[in-house]
């Protein structure tokens, strides 16, 4: 293993609770069920396509422009809620990791659905670790297609078969398997099935890649 590229919310920031909190008022605006199962599922999963998931619960057909309008309105709530994220919102052993990671030269990337991104790693603090960020910015299709990951993989020079992603959702882990990555799996996805390495903490990748 020559690289690591990390998704980003769920993985090394806890950005996800915040998702859930912007999807859940506008659910809830709209008198649809959704709770934390129902948010499991959008994880790794871009805005529109999230969206489209909450709706499919809903009796009333929304129009493009409607549904427009509720992305948009989600992503304020969210990006309200995410002004005052500081390092101290890494996840557990993130920053530490990180460092020792960049120390010893591993080339690290970051593969993200969101195009919250720059926001995020700017506030988190954590862009000067990176060689690479691809983001929802910069992608056609979202986890599981590959893309993300493919795109991350080519800009730091390397196959994939030698870059470990790190994933925390199911979206992310198939995106994974379906660009021929291995893969850890953190949190809920640490039980897919296809998981190479099922991580408790993210300080496990530092004997992973010393090896
Ligand atoms: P945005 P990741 C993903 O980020 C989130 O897991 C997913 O819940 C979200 O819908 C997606 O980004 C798009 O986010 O609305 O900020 O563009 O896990 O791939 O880092
Ligand atoms: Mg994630």
Same mark, same amino acid.
């Given at each position: 293993?020559?690289?690591?590229?990390?998704?980003? +919310?769920?993985?090394? /920031?806890?950005? +996800?609770?915040?998702?859930?909190?912007?999807?859940?008022?506008?659910? +809830?605006?709209?008198?649809?069920?959704?709770?934390?199962? !129902?948010?499991?599922?959008?994880?790794? !999963?871009?805005?529109?396509?999230?969206?489209?998931?909450?709706?499919?619960?809903?009796?009333?057909?929304?129009?493009?422009?409607?549904?427009?309008?509720?992305?948009?309105?989600?992503?304020?709530?969210?990006?309200?809620?995410?002004?005052?994220?500081?390092?101290?919102?890494?996840?557990?052993?993130?920053?530490?990791?990180?460092?020792?990671?960049?120390?010893?030269?591993?080339?690290?990337?970051?593969?993200?659905?969101?195009?919250?991104? %720059?926001? *995020?790693?700017?506030?988190?603090?954590?862009?000067?670790?990176?060689? !690479?960020?691809?983001?929802?910015?910069?992608?056609?299709?979202?986890? %599981?297609?590959?893309? !993300?990951?493919?795109?991350?993989?080519?800009?730091?020079?390397?196959? %994939?078969?030698? /870059?470990?992603?790190?994933? +925390?959702?199911?979206?992310?882990?198939?995106?994974? *398997?379906?660009?021929?990555?291995?893969?850890?799996? *953190?949190?809920?996805?640490?039980? /897919?099935?296809?998981?190479?390495?099922?991580?408790?903490?993210?300080?496990?990748?530092?004997?992973?890649?010393?090896?």
């Amino acid at each position: 293993m020559n690289a690591i590229i990390f998704d980003l +919310d769920g993985v090394l /920031c806890h950005t +996800d609770e915040y998702h859930y909190m912007a999807w859940k008022t506008i659910a +809830d605006e709209l008198d649809i069920p959704f709770n934390r199962k !129902v948010n499991d599922q959008l994880r790794g !999963v871009s805005r529109m396509e999230s969206l489209n998931l909450i709706l499919r619960n809903s009796p009333i057909r929304y129009t493009e422009q409607e549904k427009n309008l509720l992305a948009e309105k989600k992503n304020n709530i969210y990006r309200n809620l995410l002004q005052n994220i500081t390092s101290k919102d890494l996840a557990e052993g993130a920053w530490t990791v990180l460092e020792k990671l960049h120390t010893v030269h591993i080339p690290l990337a970051i593969g993200s659905s969101s195009k919250n991104t %720059p926001l *995020i790693v700017e506030k988190l603090g954590i862009g000067k670790f990176f060689d !690479v960020i691809v983001d929802g910015n910069q992608i056609s299709h979202s986890k %599981p297609n590959p893309e !993300v990951f493919l795109s991350a993989a080519e800009k730091l020079h390397q196959k %994939p078969s030698d /870059c470990l992603v790190v994933e +925390d959702a199911e979206a992310g882990v198939k995106a994974a *398997i379906n660009g021929g990555f291995p893969v850890a799996g *953190i949190g809920t996805a640490k039980a /897919c099935p296809d998981v190479n390495y099922p991580l408790l903490s993210l300080s496990e990748l530092l004997t992973i890649a010393s090896h």
